[in-house]
């Protein structure tokens, strides 16, 4: 490794940077790749097989409390776990099912009881099992789900059940073939009265591995991607399980059937608990920005070897990524991969802060706007994932579209990224409708999803529509034409995050006085909505790109990384230009001027681009193809020595 | 099927109508989809088999020579072909490599010798047969690939060589297992003297399947996709072929090794021999556009059953279909689509009339724009498949992970669509230096290429930076402010055709004039001159869109069309509306009227949606799947009973 790139590599490690350094230490030393052609139950034993290999690590500890033997460092293990989408996708997915998703739920929603019968077995992967929220019916509408656990004080049982098709659990990993328990989300009904969604531990095979009477299972099948993973339905008819085996942090239900909860709202509660759940949603967001960088990493690589067309004056032929289109196609794409990668690791510490044993606990606005930012960050980094490994493919041309080259793979795993924990566009709808609600609370009133007319009138005064504008900002203090300037840049994020919402603020208003019919007045609107959610994540993208910089002490560092932070930031205005120009922020001239600059930059930075993707630091073994070397592809094995201990 | 479908698919099913009709009913007979779990070698068996009951339908002869027993309609084969893809798109690229590329190369490339030799086995699926053009080390640059063909005039035999490993012929289809014989592009050498790239019939296998002395045939392996297609690696050491394999329409050696040419110049032959291979990239086109209709009637249908979210008015669950974001990601995409396939109709007419039987010879500038626009529209119609796909998928969220659900195949399959029959940014590229050609020969000055700087001189008049010009064109006779004027938007599309290309003209002028270094100068320039290809080929496709309504009798069909023209063609504005409003061509008042007209339209044409999807006409078997009809998976099956006698 180079000097340049350890200096580099140190500060995009950021706080984690030890658990980094562990776990590729661990990784790189394995070869984790697995076969291609695999069928279907192969890839799927090999996944079992891998986690066995990761149990024996005894990485799984890191993120549990230190009651069951954990390490607590939730921020480590969130970033350890993020790495895995270096090597195989389908072992992250099926680790995340095992001790995010399944191991997590018992954490957060469970009481000691739980986590005194079930965490060590869960950590030592003894029990292996399934989070069984989704159905077929509802997969975004969580909290309308059909699935039902009726509590019969008789027996002081619940009795779990799927009334319909529709409410057969659905894409539940683990649950094909391994998972021998799930936590179950389920309507609560007790003494005749519905208590909404609630969680339940619900045996789902024996020892034998038989499915348990009333448990119906079945096989998703073949999917995309991320093969090795399991992903299966579940049926329960009149399923029985002890009341204890109700997840009772929030509420309980007594032996009489007595309810009792700490929250009383039905849907305050329902978003509290769901809220302990981040954590899935931010490692998704860390899986796709670790994916996005090795697919750019390969890209990148190959970009520089490979060679077309002959130069007509020299008669040599050129390096591809020497072509402006081919940089245009990575070299933003991978600013933007360095912007969420410093944007991720301050969500992972606002987690941590919150989340971790030994901390205070968090206010509700600190909890709702890291849920917010994460909802956010999940969208927008999915999304950058599914965009780059696309453009990175068809930047290979047909040795992209190779299995040996790990691009398919790559795009196959990661694309269900942005419908899991959450499709992508209802995320961004929900943190837009939640932006209205902090300014409803920013200015007192009442309750936020009503007070839209009253926010509209308030702010006709600062609508986004107003032309000349990009005259009056240039007059602002410190604020120049020249695009070069960093602070116009930023405040030209900073606006758009601001105007947009106001826009959609205004639009709702007068449709909101003139209607009651709440469905066609917001889907009226879901356009702006929508935009206002992703000018706020780009905002928030742009901040904590702009304060890593700040914090790096490396001054050649720094001037590096603020190359690459003006390439991301002008990317993002180039890609809303439109809108700039139709609200007056950019003139016609400035806004003509942004692409030659995107150009500037893309030339500035070719010769780095190796460094920038070298400090990534994915381990070597895991980035050998033959694209790369033009050696034979490497055999493929089924050895679970070759699998990495990492995780 | 009701007569709103029936007067629909009679005009979108255009020229070719009776060739689409007959294709249906051969296919929709038949359910025709592999097993998503089979491995590599279970696909290619089943694909091969697939190919034969293609031939026993006799549907490979449409395309071919009546001297040969074909039908001669090579725009009905074409049609036919492409809608392959709304079955196995490794069925319709084992297909094209067979009967398109090698056996089309042998038609058009070779001579009577040839025809009557090998046509027949061709046809009959006898002989199959590989292209081999694209080497590893030379995708994109055909013309200066490696492989050499040198004539040994003592035995009359050309040997054919692969110097090194960069030479080697890659993701040749047919090569890795079935292929018997190759077309191999290679420099001919003779007498000591190169004369630039020919083909040659190398035999691959003897009947034993057994690689011939000299050839050595190595497997591509698991791709992304079109794990059907057996592609492989072909090496050559000391192959040799007697002189009468070279395939010697356009030239010839004769016994002493004389070499002889209708075409003197060497790049001008080359050039002329690729343009008879023009119908690979039109069929490509056809495969894309096809595929994208199937995942949009999958993605349509689904929006319209799926419900999520209550109504908070009524209490009732809506269909995805009825939110505003659902229908942007869906409708629009759908209307290009539309007019997508009158453009390839357009484009298949085009080739009809040239390479058909019995047609007068075209003109140099007939089949210089025919290579023109396959180019553009093969570039343009793979990547709306692309990411038309990838937004149907994520828009069937889970379920449109699953391989039963037909979307992951989709989007696997087509993925190299992009790539192969020409890289689309080196299509675009080329695209545009033959649009600056055609200028430079309307105005009658020398090379092409080096009249830029003049060019740029005579289009200072008319560049493309002009402000003010938005209100100077409403003064135009007809033209209004109203977006919704037709005749603005067609000449919105005609104006940015015409002034990106003078724009890229311009950028080029001044700086050929201060520099020699002509990869310097065009790099620099090189997404000006995409963005010229791609308006000029929107411009196309909005041509070819207007000039099918004006044909169209029906007037409730041509209402229908009218609106979903309109769709395509704001949504083309809306993508560039950022252009127009740097140019003046838009004001800012104009520009944000667009997307609520977008808006509008999606929420016109939502009821329609059905009735645009199933007016393409794929056969019902082949839409088959759960996630329509809540029904169990179909049992997979290798049976090639059930393979379609389709082509």
């Not at 992508?424 to 309750?447: C, H, M, P, W």
Request: with cysteine; hydrophobic share 40%.
């Amino acid at each position: 490794m180079t000097p340049a790139v350890s200096a580099l590599r140190t500060v995009l490690d950021g706080r984690w940077a030890h658990v980094r350094e562990d776990t590729r230490e661990q990784m790189g030393q394995h070869a984790l790749s697995a076969d291609p052609d695999f069928t279907t139950e192969q890839y799927r034993a090999w996944t079992l097989e891998a986690l066995k290999v990761l149990t024996a690590s005894g990485r799984p500890n890191t993120g549990f409390d230190p009651s069951v033997g954990g390490e607590g460092d939730v921020g480590g293990v969130v970033t350890s776990f993020a790495m895995l989408a270096y090597g195989d996708l389908s072992l992250l997915v099926k680790a995340g099912v095992q001790w995010g998703l399944f191991g997590g739920a018992v954490q957060v929603l469970g009481t000691s009881r739980h986590h005194e019968t079930y965490l060590r077995k869960i950590i030592d992967g003894e029990l292996l099992g399934c989070f069984a929220m989704t159905e077929t019916g509802h997969g975004s509408d969580v909290q309308h789900l059909h699935t039902t656990a009726t509590y019969d004080p008789s027996s002081q049982e619940f009795v779990i059940d799927t009334p319909h098709p529709g409410a057969r659990k659905d894409y539940i990993g683990n649950a094909a073939r391994d998972g021998r328990m799930a936590v179950v989300f389920a309507q609560l009904m007790t003494r005749g009265e519905k208590h909404g969604v609630h969680a339940f531990l619900v045996p789902l095979r024996d020892g034998n591995g038989q499915p348990m009477p009333g448990v119906e299972i079945t096989d998703d099948g073949r999917k995309a991607g991320l093969n090795g993973v399991d992903n299966g339905r579940l049926a329960f008819d009149s399923v029985r399980v002890p009341r204890e085996n109700l997840l009772n942090h929030f509420a309980d239900v007594a032996e009489d059937g007595t309810y009792s909860s700490s929250i009383e709202n039905e849907t305050a509660r329902f978003f509290t608990m769901l809220g302990t759940l981040v954590r899935g949603r931010i490692s998704v967001a860390g899986g796709a920005g670790a994916a996005a960088q090795k697919a750019l990493t390969l890209a990148i690589r190959y970009g520089e070897q490979r060679r077309q067309f002959a130069d007509p004056t020299t008669g040599e032929e050129i390096a591809v990524l020497d072509y402006l289109a081919h940089q245009q196609k990575l070299l933003p794409a991978l600013a933007t991969s360095y912007a969420l990668q410093f944007t991720q690791d301050d969500l992972v510490a606002r987690m941590h802060e919150i989340q971790a044993p030994g901390k205070p606990p968090a206010g509700a606005r600190e909890q709702r706007m890291l849920e917010q930012s994460a909802a956010g960050i999940k969208a927008i980094a999915t999304w950058h994932a599914t965009h780059t490994i696309q453009t990175c493919r068809e930047a290979c041309g047909g040795a992209g579209y190779l299995s040996e080259n790990q691009l398919p793979a790559l795009k196959a795993d990661t694309d269900v990224f942005t419908t899991f924990e959450g499709d992508n566009t209802v995320l961004l709808q929900l943190l837009a409708k939640e932006l209205l609600s902090d300014y409803g609370r920013t200015i007192k009133v009442g309750n936020p999803l009503k007070i839209a007319p009253l926010l509209g009138r308030q702010l006709a005064s600062i609508g986004a529509e107003r032309t000349g504008l990009a005259s009056a900002l240039r007059r602002l203090p410190g604020l120049s034409l020249d695009l070069t300037d960093r602070r116009r840049r930023q405040a030209l994020l900073e606006t758009r995050r601001d105007d947009t919402l106001a826009t959609a603020i205004r639009n709702l208003a007068p449709a909101l006085r003139r209607s009651n019919d709440e469905f066609t007045v917001f889907n009226s609107s879901q356009d702006l909505l929508l935009t206002a959610a992703r000018a706020h994540v780009d905002a928030l993208v742009e901040e904590s790109f702009r304060q890593a910089i700040e914090r790096t002490t490396d001054q050649d560092v720094a001037t590096l990384l603020r190359r690459v932070y003006d390439l991301h930031v002008l990317s993002v205005i180039d890609r809303e230009r439109a809108w700039y120009l139709e609200t007056g922020r950019l003139t016609a001239t400035e806004s003509r001027r942004i692409r030659p600059l995107v150009n500037e930059l893309c030339a500035e930075l070719r010769p780095h681009a190796r460094l920038l993707v070298d400090a990534f630091g994915i381990p070597e073994p895991w980035l050998a193809c033959p694209m790369l070397d033009g050696a034979a592809p490497l055999p493929a094995t089924q050895e679970t020595a070759e699998v990495a201990a990492a995780g």
